[in-house]
């Protein structure tokens, strides 16, 4: 039987302008036909066993034909997938979505489009410029700027066009940049008409040139302004100073590294991604079982009733307890009169999800303000539980220990190296296109420069953003020179820290 072909508009770049039906296909498909233009990060979308096949089209260099790739719909459709085509933008918006829906019709393959939000809209509005607006321009045209220039008869009507339309918005333009302006003043579009270009729009790596259709394409030339861009030609373009709103982000333009492990990465990213930056995550950790074995969690977790104090230093700790908890067909009421102890805030927020309220949380999210904070419900001779991840310090229990306490450590995770990243990383780095590393445990601050090794001349470029004063002083100790800390112990302080760190430094 047929499966089915969805034809998806991606959006201009930021990955996060795909719709939610886009998102839909994406989580069901079988077979991922994708562009260059469009974001990586949305293959994340799609099952990891899902078949992801590139077929990239930049002017010059065709992976594969556009027969190529109907051919390829064809075949994974005939085969039974569900295929999803991803493609920049929207796809009928000079994406060849007409070819490939039309293919698909007479293979009598069944199909859908799903549109995009086209760069030509997109961009514009990721750089303050509106295509219409009741000032300023009440029609706009999307207009391919690709045509061929030695081509006799143009297909594109200048004499109607240059004036008729109040925005016009040339895709594939860059290169053809003199000939467009040539024809629209040679049919009566003024010289000063504001104009600008805007590349990679959407993208953290967005650039915009402003000038006037008379001098823009020398402008253009002067800056070596390379595609892909859209280019704008109206009065909106005036408008871009009073509606600028992306490009003035206090992290835009930062390229910064994340180093949280696959599933924390993400709400960091969010926070820098929020505030303009272009984060990659590059996991340097995962979290793994503990070393030996839960033996001596599940112990622990049978002598639950004994225990006075439960202390939890991180949400991996909280995790693992409450699966083996669970696992023993048991929940919260197990821990019956125990108190609880939570390190910061992202603890006792996973405490709360087991319906916990952590009777004690130090102001300063680390090992000492812990102690500090505990030490008050301490007389001697309680009995506390610890899980927690094999490496962790000895701060902690020591000092707990001095106080009388009758401290047991259980592991309960470890951390371990994460290598997928290693090639990527080094890459990036040699390219110098990361700024700044953010590292929120000592450990990751180790599996990072172990990963970087062979590229570790260049993170005297790097600025590492930690989130205490214990990862800043491992950093010290492996001898990095730019560091910053965060002063609240969180993924929030060290989104502010970095902020208030480019404010400072632009
Ligand atoms: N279907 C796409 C357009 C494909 S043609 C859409 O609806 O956006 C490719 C052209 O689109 C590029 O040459 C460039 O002019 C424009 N383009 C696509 N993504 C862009 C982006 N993020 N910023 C600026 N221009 C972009």
């Avoid at 760069?119 to 999307?142: E, L, N, Q, W």
Wanted: hydrophobic letters at 40%; a negative charge.
């Amino acid at each position: 039987m047929n499966g089915i072909v969805y034809l998806t508009g991606a959006g201009p770049g930021d990955y996060r302008l795909l719709t939610l039906k886009g998102r839909d296909v994406l989580k069901e498909a079988d077979v991922v036909v994708y562009d260059y233009l469009a974001d990586e990060r949305l293959l994340d979308f799609a099952r990891p066993d899902a078949e992801k096949i590139y077929v990239g089209k930049k002017a010059a260099d065709h992976t594969l034909s556009q027969e190529g790739i109907i051919a390829l719909l064809l075949e994974k459709a005939r085969a039974g997938n569900i295929v999803v085509r991803l493609k920049g933008g929207d796809p009928f918006v000079f994406g060849r979505g007409g070819e490939e829906s039309r293919a698909l019709h007479d293979a009598g393959i069944p199909f859908e489009i799903i549109p995009g939000v086209t760069s030509a809209i997109g961009a514009a509005a990721y750089a303050g410029i509106p295509v219409t607006d009741r000032t300023a321009a009440s029609s706009f045209a999307v207009v391919t700027g690709h045509e061929d220039p030695t081509k006799k008869e143009s297909s594109i009507r200048w004499d109607k066009l240059a004036t008729a339309v109040d925005t016009l918005v040339f895709l594939m333009g860059v290169h053809n940049l003199p000939l467009i302006t040539k024809e629209l003043m040679a049919h009566g579009r003024a010289a000063d008409t504001p104009a600008a270009l805007v590349r990679w729009g959407t993208k953290p790596i967005q650039e915009t040139l402003v000038a006037t259709v008379g001098d823009i394409a020398q402008k253009a030339a002067e800056q070596q302004f390379k595609a892909p861009a859209i280019f704008v030609v109206g009065d909106v373009v005036s408008l871009r100073p009073s509606m600028q709103w992306f490009d003035t982000k206090p992290l835009f333009g930062l390229r910064i590294a994340v180093t949280r492990t696959h599933a924390q990465a993400p709400a960091l990213t969010r926070q820098l991604e929020n505030l303009g930056a272009s984060c990659i995550e590059v996991p340097t950790i995962r979290i793994e079982p503990p070393s030996d074995d839960y033996a001596a969690l599940d112990t622990a977790i049978d002598r639950l009733t004994e225990y006075d104090w439960l202390i939890f230093t991180s949400t991996n700790g909280v995790d693992a307890f409450f699966r083996r908890l669970a696992l023993k067909g048991l929940d919260s009421r197990a821990l019956g009169q125990a108190k609880l102890a939570a390190i910061g805030s992202a603890t006792a927020d996973a405490l709360l999800t087991h319906g916990l309220t952590a009777d004690v949380v130090p102001r300063a999210y680390c090992a000492e303000g812990l102690f500090e904070a505990l030490s008050p419900h301490l007389r001697g001779g309680e009995k506390i539980l610890i899980p927690r991840a094999k490496e962790a310090r000895s701060f902690l229990p020591d000092t707990l220990r001095r106080k009388g306490a009758d401290v047991e450590i259980c592991e309960a995770y470890q951390t371990i190296g994460a290598s997928e990243n290693k090639e990527r990383l080094e890459k990036l780095l040699t390219d110098g296109q990361i700024d700044v590393v953010t590292v929120t445990s000592s450990s990751a601050v180790h599996h990072f420069l172990d990963l970087t090794q062979d590229a570790s001349d260049k993170l005297d470029a790097v600025t590492f953003a930690c989130i205490g004063p214990i990862t800043a002083q491992t950093c010290r100790e492996k001898g990095l020179t730019q560091i910053l800390t965060a002063s609240t112990y969180t993924t929030a302080g060290l989104t502010d820290c970095i902020k208030d760190w480019r404010l400072n430094t632009r």
